[in-house]
């Protein structure tokens, strides 16, 4: 008998983690291009993209990866990630001077067609739906059906 070990990378979890995917690498492109070329101009903005990148790029991994800590990994991640954008969000709508240029996150994500506040919320359902436990438990229940 071959046994299976459930994972989230099937289904909408492929599209979902494709979409993380590409986001990170744009995200990533993004911030060392403007830290290597602009960081004089909007360094806490830069930053914030680098910051951004990095996050998307642990999410991935940790949503392409089995078991518990990589789950627990991805919940940190998209977490944070939704935080992010909802606070930088935020505080360039109530403070714009404060971000000379834009970050993956300002204004909600609007330079990136709103992905970036979408995506956690997808995230997070995602998640919540392909529990490492949930997961074992569907796989026992249709082994013994």
Do not use: C
């Not at 070990?5 to 911030?31: D, Q």
């Not at 991805?74 to 971000?99: H, K, M, N, Q, R």
């Amino acid at each position: 008998m071959v046994t299976q070990k459930s994972s989230r990378a099937v289904g909408v979890g492929r599209v979902l983690i494709a979409v993380y995917a590409v986001l990170a690498l744009a995200a990533t492109g993004r911030s060392v291009f403007q830290i290597l070329e602009q960081f004089d101009e909007a360094p806490l903005a830069y930053t914030l993209s680098a910051l951004a990148a990095v996050v998307y790029i642990v999410a991935t991994v940790s949503l392409i990866r089995r078991g518990r800590t990589s789950y627990a990994v991805a919940w940190a991640t998209i977490s944070f990630e939704l935080a992010g954008v909802l606070i930088v969000g935020l505080v360039t709508v109530l403070d714009p001077e404060l971000f000379p240029d834009d970050t993956v996150w300002s204004w909600f994500g609007r330079g990136y067609g709103f992905v970036p506040l979408v995506l956690p919320v997808l995230g997070i359902l995602w998640l919540l739906r392909s529990r490492p436990a949930v997961a074992a438990e569907a796989h026992a229940a249709d082994r013994t059906e």
